[in-house]
């Protein structure tokens, strides 16, 4: 999408631009260094002013993770996650190339209909969503939260995927179908490698939302075993109140995996979260 | 040319098992039933609810009500408190968000040194869960050993520490800036992704007119960014009007209700007092409200 080519004053110095953007980063980053190097105090330390501790305690975050059972935390926040994105990704691709390949009576309506998904907000329905889940038997269960996830991530997906479906020359399809390829075998071994790119969009939405995700969490999960990485940490709220480095700590842990993630895959973040708000 | 080619196929090969049609009602089904399942019938269920007076979770507790969990909200203060906090917060970052991601966008798009780190440096609080941004900003709000308050006494600024979240004068105030600095980098990036289709050719006839900086941004970048823009609010308000994680995260509603917000009075409602009726009436406004946005926007766009 960048093409520096393109715009040829991009080259020319403008220091006071340089220095405005450095000033803006620094602006940014403030609360983040702040909350570092809370995290790098000792107790008595944390109520005085300063932003550099005496003596940096790295030992907070080991402590800061046992304390918290940080590491169960992750594994059900990444079960959550992986088995809810892996399943929204599947079954979104699925309606998504019926609804763009094969139309059958109904399909626009269906379509149509899912598409009011994403004005829901999730917050209004907890109770008949807890409800649902005491039926199920679901009620407290990491399965029944994922489940839930891939309800709520099911429109943006089959929209993203469906645009990308539709773009794809109908010849294609028509000659894998007359080589008598059955449509799953078509979706899987020919339509699915084309669509690398809108696949990756959606999984970068869905990691996002449902990593992050907390209010569904908080009403579905009951048991602190089940807890993802948001629910434990908003637990420890109001129990320890003095262990403010502790719990600094304890957020830049379960806040470093995903820029980490973001570092490595910079390109494919900026483009998922662009592409699922302005495809939409 | 579709009718033909399958025309031919039936020719040659045995019948399908299955028509096209029904192949293509069987993978759409999947999602369509996990979605109706799981967020039409909640919809429903949750209009029904409101209807009823409902306390506790035993369905058998259900009792019809008509239209009285209407009428009580009607006369209910914090109804209305938690109505127009939401709008005010909705209103406040959405107008800020627009403005502060347009004008970063238009800079990092100058892409002169320091941009890039910029660009990194702003994603970083959208990439954050909702829950640790709002104990980030608790923490630097507080008023013993906060950051902010440290900083102004330093500056020689106050010389009493401020209890931002706990005075009602600042909290809402800072729950919008602790909103706004979250998704600055959101917004910067959507606008910055539109200015990249400004139409460079249209950018160069401006130029050659003699139009100035100013006029090329009002009169040809604006314009292109329309679209973009659409979206952009539209996002903004729908995530205005659902707001729970922060506010609860930073002030559970208080002080005095201050910042109480719809969602985090439904939650009261529901999980606190058992009044599942009115949550659910309270449960109907949020998405009546978020709708409402949709077509509005939806309205708009056609007369652009």
């Known amino acids: ?280 | 040319m579709t009718g033909k080619h399958s025309l031919q196929a039936r020719a040659r090969r045995p019948p399908r098992r299955a028509s096209n049609a029904q192949v293509g009602f069987a993978l759409a089904a999947p999602a369509v039933f996990t979605f109706v399942g799981l967020v039409a019938v909640p919809v429903v269920a949750v209009v029904l609810t409101s209807l009823t007076t409902w306390t506790g979770f035993a369905l058998g507790d259900i009792e019809w009500l008509g239209l009285g969990n209407y009428l009580t909200m009607s006369q209910d203060p914090i109804f209305w408190r938690a109505l127009t906090n939401t709008l005010i917060f909705t209103i406040a970052t959405t107008v800020l968000l627009n403005i502060v991601g347009l004008g970063l966008a238009v800079l990092v798009d100058t892409r002169v040194p320091g941009t890039r780190l910029l660009k990194a440096v702003l994603f970083l609080p959208v990439l954050l869960s909702p829950v640790i941004v709002g104990l980030m900003w608790s923490g630097l709000l507080r008023g013993v050993g906060g950051g902010l308050n440290q900083l102004l006494d330093f500056l020689g600024l106050i010389n009493q520490p401020v209890f931002w979240l706990g005075d009602s004068r600042f909290a809402l105030a800072a729950v919008i800036m602790a909103t706004v600095w979250q998704f600055a980098g959101y917004n910067m990036i959507l606008y910055y992704a539109g200015l990249q289709s400004v139409p460079q050719t249209l950018l160069e006839a401006a130029e050659l007119d003699g139009a100035g900086r100013r006029d090329k941004f009002v009169h040809v970048v604006l314009p292109a960014l329309y679209h973009v823009m659409g979206v952009v609010v539209i996002l903004n308000v729908i995530g205005g009007l659902r707001i729970f994680d922060i506010v609860y995260v930073m002030t559970r509603g208080g002080p005095s209700r201050s910042t109480e917000v719809l969602a985090t009075y439904m939650y009261e409602q529901a999980f606190q007092l058992n009044a599942m009726g009115y949550a659910a009436a309270i449960a109907v406004v949020l998405i009546l409200l978020a709708f409402a946005a949709t077509l509005l926007r939806a309205r708009m766009l056609r007369h652009v």
């Open chain 1, 1 to 280: 999408m960048s093409d520096n080519a393109r715009r040829p004053n991009s080259t020319a110095r403008r220091p006071g631009l340089t220095i405005l953007s450095l000033l803006l980063s620094i602006l940014v980053l403030t609360p983040v260094l702040w909350i570092v190097s809370l995290s790098l105090k000792t107790g008595r330390e944390t109520l005085r002013p300063g932003l550099f501790p005496d003596d940096p305690q790295f030992a907070n975050y080991i402590e800061a993770w046992s304390r918290y059972g940080l590491g169960p935390l992750f594994v059900n926040s990444a079960v959550i996650t992986l088995l809810s994105v892996a399943v929204t990704v599947v079954v979104a691709m699925c309606a998504a190339y019926a609804f763009a390949k094969i139309p059958f009576r109904g399909s626009e309506w269906l379509f149509s209909l899912m598409l009011l998904g994403l004005v829901v907000p999730p917050s209004a329905l907890v109770v008949p969503l807890l409800i649902e889940m005491r039926y199920l038997g679901l009620y407290d269960t990491r399965t029944g939260l994922a489940l839930i996830y891939v309800a709520f991530g099911l429109p943006i997906s089959t929209l993203v995927l469906r645009g990308f479906f539709a773009g794809l020359p109908g010849e294609l399809i028509e000659a894998a179908r007359l080589d008598g390829c059955s449509e799953p075998q078509i979706l899987r071994r020919i339509v699915a490698p084309l669509a690398k790119g809108a696949i990756s969009t959606v999984v970068v939405l869905l990691f996002l939302a449902n990593w992050n995700e907390f209010i569904l969490a908080l009403v579905i999960l009951r048991s602190p075993d089940s807890f993802t990485l948001t629910l434990g940490i908003n637990a420890q709220l109001g129990q320890y109140t003095s262990d403010y480095h502790l719990i600094a700590a304890a957020s830049i842990i379960a806040a470093l995996p995903v820029y980490a993630a973001y570092l490595a895959l910079q390109r494919q973040f900026e483009r998922g979260v662009t592409e699922g708000a302005l495809k939409a």
